[in-house]
Each structure stands twice: as C-alpha cells, then as structure tokens.
C-alpha cells in the first residue's frame, strides 16, 4: 500500500481592507455627513461600518424598525438622543446602543455641538438606503416623507 499525501495550493489569505482618515465613500443628507467605511463588499455583506456626523440641532429619521438587520451606533463625541418607542436616551461619547430587528427607534442630535457615531448594519443591507436617498438629492427631487417611507420599504424597515 502506498501513502499517498495530497497536497493542496496555499489558500490565499483574504484581502484587508484598509480605510485611511478621508478614504470611504462620503453621503450628505441634509445636515448629516456619512462616511462609509465598510458597505459590505469585504465582509461577505455580514456587516457594514459607517461614521455619521450630525451637525448641531440635526433631526433625525422618522422612527422607524427594521425587519432584517441589528443597527449598532457607537457615540464617539457629542450626544446623540435615542428615541425607543416612548423612552429617550442621551448617548454621550464612549455610549453602545444597539438596536435589534423589530425596535422601533430614532435619534437626532439636539445640541449645539456637532456629534460624531459609528454605525454598524447586520447584514449590511441599509448602506443602499442612504446611497438611494442621496440620489434622490442628486436629482433634484425632495425628500418628502413618502419618499422616505418608499425607500425604506425595499431594505425591510418601516415607520414605527
């Protein structure tokens, strides 16, 4: 009997991805700059990375759940208010706030400090939200509510 070792090709390691200070795809709407760090493409669409700044008396979404994704949001300064259904929250620098699917949830930064957060998406499905309502920006049209509420409907979320 032989002994017969099979020998395979080296695995090549998965690409790193590496996003450098100004690097990312930016999004503006209104008085909110985003600033994709990861849409999912280099993480088999597991997970998305954004960091958000949102400047003084910013409002935000309307509140609203999301069906399919956990939405994770990590307060790097400022303070950012959370709105879970009937509760407020403000969320100071070094403050985690996760939002499971079906929560119905908002934020806005009422400050006169412009805050800072790092959002995260499981999967990764809501980096294409922001990406159609800067289109619709770029096109001159208004976000209206229904517009809103349009584009949430194709990535599972609706108003709350």
């Known amino acids: 009997m032989t002994d017969e070792t099979e020998t395979s090709e080296p695995q090549a390691d998965p690409a790193v991805s590496v996003v450098?200070?100004?690097?990312?795809?930016t999004i503006v709407l209104g008085t909110t700059r985003m600033r994709v760090l990861e849409d999912g493409s280099h993480t088999e669409h597991r997970l998305a990375i954004a960091e958000s700044v949102l400047a003084p008396h910013t409002q935000g979404p309307p509140q609203h759940r999301h069906a399919r994704?956990?939405?994770g949001f990590y307060i790097i300064s400022g303070t950012v208010r959370f709105t879970v259904g009937?509760?407020?929250?403000?969320?100071t620098s070094g403050t985690l706030v996760m939002v499971p699917p079906g929560t119905p949830?908002?934020?806005a930064n009422l400050t006169d400090q412009p805050a800072v957060m790092l959002s995260t998406f499981t999967p990764d499905l809501y980096v294409q939200y922001f990406r159609d309502l800067a289109d619709v920006l770029?096109?001159?049209r208004r976000l209206t509510p229904q517009v809103n509420i349009d584009?949430?409907?194709?990535?599972?979320t609706e108003p709350a």
């Open 151 to 156: 584009t949430m409907n194709r990535y599972a």
């Open 69 to 71: 994704h956990d939405e």
């Open 105 to 107: 949830h908002t934020f």
């Open 20 to 25: 450098g200070r100004g690097d990312g795809e």
């Open 86 to 91: 009937d509760e407020d929250y403000d969320a």
């Open 138 to 140: 770029a096109d001159g």
